[in-house]
């Protein structure tokens, strides 16, 4: 575990990204645990719920999602629960950050993380969206950026969160999917591909279709410390092309 709200965020995804790390090399599940108040003067015997707490959870949430976290744990009973039984105020949020991500949890069940990348402005210890991967997320200029956490199912299906780091503002994010064979060598048959694109309904805990082509771009409004989750099924022909896609020119720029 690791408290940022107590400890400071300047390390928090330095440390997400050892635990991922070694949780993919163990190949165990990940599990974390979060401070249900985050206020740092807990540990000094302030139990004062900050008017933020909940938007500053839900962001530690969200963004241990995209790293592939799949259990979560609250730290401690006495902020959740007073001795009587009731839900603290802290504890309200906490019910309700459980409640919003239980339908994202089932759909992020049975999934592999794959990688993780940063938008800038960059956490320390953690790695920038390279420019020739197949999935791009351009969000607002002067934002706070968004956690791209990649996953996988057992049916070749690939999967996208974005993730918005800031829990003060939304965010307008431009989600671009360029080929998956970007800088192969020219003796190579171009690939022919299509894209379905599907959203995860959290509301409904559904699928909903967002596009279907070979070159997709779309944007989403992602409120404060949230995600969007979003599934690419990709179809390649046997022959190189696909049905309805032309054979594009080779080498790029060639008539």
């Not at 599940?29 to 740092?40: G, I, K, Q, R, V």
């Not at 000094?44 to 959870?57: E, K």
């Not at 190579?188 to 909903?208: E, H, I, L, M, N």
């Not at 390649?236 to 054979?247: F, I, M, N, R, T």
């Amino acid at each position: 575990d690791y408290y940022q709200r107590w400890w400071g965020s300047d390390r928090y995804f330095e440390k997400l990204e050892q635990f991922r790390e070694a949780a993919v090399r163990a190949g165990v599940p990940l599990a974390a645990c979060f401070e249900a108040s985050a206020n740092p003067g807990v540990e000094w015997g302030d139990m004062t719920r900050l008017p933020d707490n909940g938007q500053r959870l839900r962001q530690s949430v969200y963004t241990s999602l995209a790293y592939g976290v799949s259990g979560i744990e609250w730290f401690h009973t006495d902020m959740v629960f007073t001795k009587a039984g009731a839900l603290t105020p802290a504890g309200v949020d906490v019910a309700a950050i459980n409640r919003e991500i239980a339908p994202l949890g089932r759909a992020l069940a049975g999934l592999t993380s794959v990688e993780v990348f940063h938008t800038a402005p960059l956490p320390a210890g953690t790695r920038s969206l390279p420019k020739e991967h197949w999935v791009q997320t351009i969000p607002e200029q002067r934002g706070a950026g968004v956690v791209l956490g990649m996953f996988a199912d057992g049916e070749g299906r690939d999967y996208a969160m974005v993730t918005n780091r800031d829990y003060r503002d939304s965010q307008t994010v431009v989600v671009k999917l360029q080929s998956k064979w970007l800088g192969i060598p020219p003796w190579y048959t171009p690939k022919q591909y299509k894209y379905a694109v599907d959203r995860f309904d959290r509301a409904k805990g559904a699928w909903s279709t967002v596009a279907s082509s070979s070159s997709v771009g779309f944007s989403y409004v992602i409120p404060a410390a949230e995600a969007e989750l979003f599934r690419v099924t990709t179809t390649v022909s046997a022959e190189g092309a696909a049905e309805g896609w032309p054979v594009p020119a080779w080498p790029p720029g060639a008539r």
